[in-house]
């Protein structure tokens, strides 16, 4: 499987939208979180989603408020292919 292929197969998508007297973070459908204040919602999800794109899989924060907000985190190339380093020795000078 390509590269893309499994990042995108393994993809999440978290949603913060509002939720009776304030904000929901949900991932996949599944809640995650409640927050009273939207901006602390949006921290959450696009934090989480940040971790997730360090190790290796992408994700995306909808924000349902006044303005519908999408928030992107995809890993770089580095994060799946990391160099393997290794020593080598020369003679002479």
């Not at 893309?4 to 978290?14: F, I, M, S, T, V």
């Not at 393997?84 to 000078?93: D, F, N, Q």
């Amino acid at each position: 499987m390509a590269w893309a292929d499994q990042g995108e197969a393994n993809a999440r998508k978290y949603v913060v939208a509002r939720w009776l007297n304030g904000w929901r973070v949900t991932l996949d459908d599944a809640k995650e979180a409640d927050f009273t204040e939207l901006g602390s919602a949006i921290a959450h999800a696009c934090g989480l989603a940040r971790e997730r794109a360090y190790a290796g899989v992408p994700a995306i924060v909808v924000v349902e408020a006044g303005v519908k907000e999408l928030h992107s985190f995809t890993p770089s190339r580095a994060t799946h292919n990391a160099p393997h380093l290794r020593l080598v020795a020369t003679r002479g000078s």
